[in-house]
């Protein structure tokens, strides 16, 4: 048994080195690749996939995992033994179905649609990204069939960002919150002279802002000997191991918040992957379990923390001294007010905490329509530009702030941006769960100290890593299930204490 166990975790580091290998190539292709590498890049990284996928789903694994059956029943469930032996089955029974050419052809053509994408964005042009964004869903479309069968086309390819979520669940979470939030943007609407964000629109210089913006990520507990922020157009982070995170930020000289709290964003999912327990290296635990959990960090730093009172206290005074001629007449409250402003717009990443979740509710609409054919893709920014129309009353002048604005699509990822929303209800839930054990909180972000905070997070989340499913976890952290109320008891008293309302 120990024989066997010893091989499967060999046959495994491999893929997942492989894995990480592709995911070099692609985090390069995004921050340092020339455009005229995108066709080799594409065959590399379809090369590298399909090698990762073929080696996964041999009859090796398959009669190691099959061996390891009787023993993993007598292993303690929270062993890491168990949790890789209920993981990895689990994914195995699904990539088995998945033939290793159209991993392969899916990397190739979302490589190539990220080049495509970024070109299409630059001449506000959708025409120019459809045919790449048609050839994406229809192997996506495929990748589900290979998963029949299900109640929802949509639930395989949200169970690959949130394994075991189903669509009736985040259609019950949207629901859930839906008419409540229209109902807030209108109340804050009708007393939107009450708060002035344009302080955050000026001169900063951006030399200034990278160096605030990673003092603030590694005082957060951003370990960067174990990672590095470079720029790509569309921020992210991505691992290598828990030893090598990257983040990647885009800087807007005249808009201060863009890069701070992108920063802060990615520096979020940063401390939860380097804070992976080392023991599970290369074993395909060593990763966050979910988009939605993963979303529940960067979310937590970026707004619960980020966009607080406490917070400011102690920063405020270093951002002034960063940019005096900005800033030198702007007191911390009506800072405060300006970055938690509410205003419908047009850009996803730089909306506001109350306005941000219907970004989310259009995409997954649109998302589902695609899928089920009800949509057709000439179809598309029309339905996009009439949707922003309805749930937030504001109008795209063009493809770029509208429907060519996030890089999911062409990434493949279809199905992902509902754990958007996952992570910012469950990033509620974990902040009061933490507050309950640590009554200092707000006293410790006061003065700058986020040690005790990242403490439990590392103790409670971070160094599972994948050794629990998202309903685990958040059981195990919260005594209970996801529940939308207590994110829309958090915005309601945020924004009315804001707002007067
Ligand atoms: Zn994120």
């Known amino acids: 048994m120990e024989k066997q166990l010893h091989k499967l975790k060999m046959l495994l580091a491999e893929v997942v080195d492989l894995q990480r ?108 990204f459809k045919p ?36 009736i669940e985040v259609r019950a979470m949207f629901a859930a919150i839906k008419d409540d939030l229209i109902e807030l943007v209108s109340a804050i609407s009708a007393r939107a002279d009450a708060v002035s964000d344009d302080a955050l629109h000026g001169d900063f210089d951006i030399e200034r802002q990278r160096a605030f913006g990673l003092e603030v990520a590694q005082k957060f507990g951003y ?90 206290r102690h920063f405020f005074p270093q951002l002034q001294t960063a940019f005096p001629a900005a800033l030198s007449a702007v007191d911390v409250e009506s800072f405060y007010r300006a970055i938690n402003r509410s205003k419908p717009s047009l850009i996803r990443v730089e909306a506001d905490e109350v306005t941000y979740n219907l970004h989310i509710i259009i995409r997954f609409e649109l ?20 949707k922003y129309k309805r749930y937030l009353g504001v109008c795209p002048e063009n493809d770029a702030e509208g429907v060519l604005q996030d890089i999911h699509w062409s990434m493949g990822a279809i199905g992902y941006f509902a754990t958007y929303s996952i992570g910012n209800l469950l990033s509620v839930q974990f902040l009061n769960r933490a507050r309950e054990v640590l009554p200092n909180l707000d006293a410790d972000i006061s003065v700058g100290e986020f040690g005790p905070l990242l403490g439990w997070l590392r ?23 996801m529940d939308a109320r207590a994110y829309m008891g958090y915005l309601r008293e945020k924004y009315s204490d804001i707002y007067n309302l």
């Not at 073929?54 to 099959?66: C, K, M, P």
């Not at 635990?285 to 980020?306: A, F, K, M, P, Y």
């Open 223 to 312: 370990d960067l000997e174990r990672g590095r922020q470079d720029e790509a157009p569309h921020p992210f982070c991505t691992s290598f191991s828990s030893d090598d995170v990257r983040i990647t930020t885009r800087f807007n000289g005249s808009f201060l918040p863009s890069a701070l709290f992108g920063t802060m964003h990615e520096a979020g999912h940063a401390l939860y992957e380097q804070g992976v327990a080392p023991e599970l290296a290369r074993t395909g635990l060593d990763t966050g379990i979910s988009l939605g959990v993963h979303e529940s960090q960067s979310r937590l730093w970026e707004n619960l923390v980020g966009r607080s009172r406490p917070f400011w």
């Open 459 to 481: 103790d409670n989340i971070h160094r599972h890593g994948s050794k629990f499913t998202p309903r685990e976890l958040v059981q195990r952290v919260t005594g209970g299930e």
């Open 21 to 128: 290998s592709a995911s070099v190539l692609a985090w390069e292709q995004q921050t340092y690749m020339p455009a005229g590498g995108a066709a080799a890049r594409a065959d590399q990284l379809a090369t590298l996939e399909g090698l990762a996928h073929r080696l996964f789903v041999t009859d090796e694994i398959g009669a190691l995992l099959a061996g390891l059956n009787q023993a993993a029943e007598d292993w303690d469930y929270d062993s890491d033994e168990s949790s890789l032996w209920r993981f990895i089955s689990r994914r195995y029974e699904r990539e088995r179905r998945i033939p290793s050419d159209l991993v392969a052809e899916l990397a190739r053509t979302t490589a190539l649609a990220q080049e495509a994408w970024v070109r299409a964005r630059k001449a506000a042009d959708y025409p120019m």
């Open 132 to 167: 790449h964004l048609q050839k994406v869903l229809s192997l996506r479309r495929q990748q589900a069939e290979c998963l029949a069968p299900y109640d929802h086309i949509y639930d395989p390819l949200l169970d690959e960002y949130e394994p075991e979520m189903k669509t």
């Open 367 to 386: 998302e589902l329509d695609l899928l089920t054919g009800t949509l057709q893709l000439d179809e598309l920014p029309g339905a996009w530009n009439e």
